[in-house]
C-alpha cells in the first residue's frame, strides 16, 4: 500500500514512528521557517512540517504544492508545539523526510473545507470535489451505518434480502412511471419500478414469509426539496402476520437503528387514526412534538354576525401558548403567510389574553370581552397566550391550520431538533374520490386489504371504507407507510373493479399477480421505508439531497455528468422511436 496510516489515525503514541502517509493537499502554510502543509482523506487531517534549514529543497518543493494535489510523504511523528485541540491528530505532526507528488491538481473552484464558498449549482457540477468535503462525507458515513444496521436487524428476523428487477411494466396506478423503450421488441417499453410492490407479494406466495430489500425506486414526478426522480426504500414484506405483528416488527427495526446509531431510546410510538390526524392537526402526517391542537370553535363563534365565521362549514382555532407578546408586525407577517397561495387562507382572526385577563381581538367590533372569554376558554387560552383562528371549508381550513400551527411552532422553538416523537397513523381510508376524473383512486395503493369489518360496506359505500393501512411518522415526517394485503382472488378483481378497471385491462395490467392468488397466496402484509429521508431524519436536515452521492437538481438534472441528454440518431432508430426516412 502507499500509506502505513490514514490522516484520522496518528496520536501521541506513535511519537517516533515512521510512518507513509498519502492524502489531498487541504491548505500549505509559509511561516518563516517552516512550511506546514494539512494532507487530508476520508479519515482526517494531519500536519505535516518541513523545515527549511533541514532540507531546503524538500521544503521548497513543499511550497510549491497547489490545493487538492495528490501527494505521499515520508517522515518521523513528533510531538507538536502548538497543539490543535479542533483536530484528533492534533497532537502530532510528520517531520517530513520525502515527498512525492501522485498526481497534480487544478485549482478546485470552491474551497473543499467544512463551509465552502461554492454555490449550490457549481457543487452539483463538481459533486466529487463536493463529497471531498467533511460534512458530505459523514452524511454518506451515516447512510452507510443506516444500511448496516438495518441488514443486521433484518438478518437477525430471519428476513431475506431478495433483489426484484428494475425493468418492469409500466402501471396506470400511482405516481408517473419513467419508460425505457425495447429494442428488441418494436414498440413495446419497460417501466422502471415505482416501488417492488407486486414482486415482494409475489415471494409472499413463493414462500419466502420475510424479505427485505434496500432497493432503487423511481417515479416521474415534480420535484421538490424532499424528492428525487430516484429515490431508496428498506422495502419489506411479511406472510402470516396481522397489522399488529408489522408494527411492531418494525417499530423494533426503527428503535435498533436509534439506539445503535443516536444512542436514542425512542418514547413510546403513539397511534393515531386517520380521521383523528386530519381533525386534531390537519394533516396525516402530525408532528406531535408539541400539542396546539386544533380545537373546532364553530358553536362560540357562530352567530354574532361575523359573515367569515357564520358562513363557515369549519371555524377552527389553535393556542399559542405564551405568543401573546407577538407584536402586530409578526401578526401582520402570520395574516400574510396564511394567505400565501400555497396556503390559501383568505384571512386570519386572532386574539391575545392580556396579561389582565382582558382580551385583544382583530374582531373587537364583532365579539365583546364576554364572547372573547367563551374563545379563551374553549381553547384553554390563559394571559400570555395568543388564539388563532381560521374558518371556511372544513378540508381546506384543516390544511392551512396545519401550515400555520407548524409555522408557529418553528416561530415559538417548539419543533426541537434532538427530540423525537414517533406515531402511528393507523385506519386509513381505502380510496379516495377525485371530483376532476369522477372516479375513486387507492388512498394506498390497490392492492391493501380493506378492513374485514368494513367489507359489507364495499359495494354500497366504498367511501366509508377503511383499510388495514398504517405509515409511521416522526416528528411530522413520513418515514414509511404499508398495509396488509388482498391475497384473495376474487377480493382483488373486485378492488381493480371499484378503481375502475374493466375486467380486461386489470387482467392486461396485473394478470399475473391474480393468477399467483390462484395458487395458495398466504395472509401477508409489509411496509417500505424512505430510506434518504431516513438519512436526512438521522442527519437532522430537511433535505434529502444531502445523504445521496449523486442526486439531481430540482430540475430532475443530473448537472455533472449533464444528464437527461439527447441520443443519436442510430440510438433513435434503433429504438424504433424515430421512422427512418427513405433516401
Ligand atoms: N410499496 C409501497 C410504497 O412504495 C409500500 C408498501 O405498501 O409496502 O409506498
Known amino acids: 500500500m502507499l500509506r502505513t496510516h490514514t ?18 493537499v487541504q491548505r500549505v502554510r509559509n511561516m518563516g521557517g517552516m512550511t506546514f502543509v494539512d494532507l487530508r482523506d476520508r479519515y482526517g487531517i494531519t500536519q505535516l512540517g518541513f523545515n527549511i534549514e533541514k532540507d531546503p529543497a524538500l521544503c521548497e518543493k513543499a511550497r510549491k504544492l497547489g490545493r487538492e494535489y495528490v501527494i505521499q510523504v515520508e517522515g518521523l ?47 452539483m457540477k463538481y459533486r466529487y470535489l463536493d463529497l471531498r468535503r467533511p460534512p458530505l462525507r459523514k452524511n454518506l458515513e451515516l447512510r452507510h451505518k443506516l444500511a448496516i444496521e438495518t441488514r443486521k436487524y433484518m438478518d437477525g428476523l430471519k428476513f431475506m434480502e431478495i433483489e426484484t428487477p428494475y425493468l418492469i411494466k409500466s402501471t396506470p396506478e400511482g405516481a408517473r412511471d419513467f419508460v425505457v423503450p425495447s429494442r428488441m421488441n418494436e414498440g413495446e417499453f419497460y417501466a422502471l419500478p415505482q416501488s417492488p410492490q407486486t414482486f415482494k407479494q409475489l415471494l409472499m406466495v413463493s414462500g419466502y414469509d420475510r424479505y427485505f430489500q434496500i432497493v432503487r425506486c423511481f417515479r416521474d414526478e415534480d420535484l421538490r426539496a424532499d424528492r428525487q426522480p430516484e429515490f431508496t426504500q428498506i422495502d419489506c414484506e411479511m406472510a402470516f402476520v396481522e397489522q399488529e405483528d408489522i408494527l411492531n416488527t418494525f417499530e423494533g427495526l426503527v428503535r435498533h437503528l436509534f439506539t445503535s446509531i443516536k444512542g436514542i431510546e425512542l418514547p413510546e410510538f403513539k ?20 400539542g396546539m391542537e386544533f380545537v373546532e370553535m364553530n358553536d362560540v363563534c357562530q352567530g354574532s354576525d361575523f359573515v367569515v365565521f357564520d358562513s363557515a362549514e369549519l371555524v377552527v382555532g389553535i393556542n399559542a401558548e405564551g405568543a401573546g407578546e407577538f407584536t402586530r408586525k409578526q401578526l401582520d407577517a402570520l395574516t400574510d403567510f396564511v394567505k400565501r397561495p400555497q396556503v390559501g387562507a383568505k384571512g ?8 389582565d385577563g382582558t382580551f385583544k381581538s382583530s374582531v373587537d367590533k364583532f365579539f365583546d370581552q364576554e364572547k372573547l372569554a367563551a ?17 371556511g371549508d372544513t378540508n381546506a381550513t384543516r390544511k392551512q391550520m396545519n401550515e400555520l400551527r407548524l409555522n408557529v411552532a418553528d416561530q415559538l422553538g417548539l419543533r426541537k431538533k434532538d427530540e423525537y416523537a414517533p406515531l402511528w397513523v393507523v385506519d386509513f381510508p381505502l380510496l379516495e374520490w377525485d371530483e376532476d376524473t369522477q372516479r375513486f383512486y387507492a388512498m394506498h395503493h390497490p392492492f391493501t386489504s380493506p378492513k374485514p369489518e368494513h367489507l359489507s360496506l364495499l359495494d354500497s359505500e366504498p367511501g366509508k371504507v377503511n383499510a388495514n393501512a ?5 416528528n411530522g415526517v413520513e418515514l414509511g407507510g404499508g398495509s396488509i394485503r388482498i391475497h384473495d382472488q376474487a377480493l382483488q378483481a373486485k378492488m381493480f373493479k371499484l378503481l375502475g378497471f374493466s375486467d380486461e385491462e386489470a387482467q392486461k395490467q396485473f394478470g399475473f399477480l391474480m393468477g399467483a392468488f390462484q395458487y395458495g397466496a398466504p395472509p401477508h402484509g409489509g411496509i417500505a421505508f ?11 436536515t430537511d433535505s434529502i439531497r444531502d445523504y445521496i452521492a449523486f442526486p439531481k437538481n430540482n430540475a430532475g438534472r443530473d448537472l455533472m455528468i449533464d444528464t437527461p441528454a439527447t441520443i443519436s440518431e442510430e440510438q433513435l432508430q434503433e429504438l424504433h422511436l424515430k421512422v427512418q426516412h427513405e433516401s
Open 470 to 474: 398504517y405509515d409511521m411518522v416522526i
Open 77 to 123: 511523528v513528533i510531538e507538536r508545539e502548538s497543539k490543535n485541540a479542533q483536530l484528533a491528530t492534533g497532537v502530532i505532526e510528520i517531520d517530513v523526510k520525502a515527498l512525492k507528488v501522485l498526481n497534480a491538481s487544478e485549482v478546485p473552484p470552491f474551497t473543499i473545507e467544512d463551509e465552502t464558498d461554492g454555490g449550490e449549482e457549481i457543487r
Open 7 to 24: 490522516n484520522g489515525e496518528l496520536r501521541i503514541d506513535h511519537v517516533g514512528e515512521s510512518v507513509t502517509l498519502a492524502g489531498w
Open 375 to 391: 374563545w379563551a376558554e374553549k381553547t384553554g387560552a390563559k394571559p400570555g397566550d395568543l388564539i388563532l383562528i381560521l374558518a
Open 271 to 290: 397511534r393515531m387514526t386517520y380521521a383523528e390526524a386530519i381533525q386534531r392537526y390537519g394533516s396525516d402526517k402530525p408532528d406531535i412534538r408539541f
Open 530 to 540: 424512505g430510506f434518504d429521508r431516513l438519512a436526512a431524519i438521522f442527519g437532522g
Open 348 to 355: 386570519l382572526i386572532y386574539c391575545k389574553v392580556n396579561e
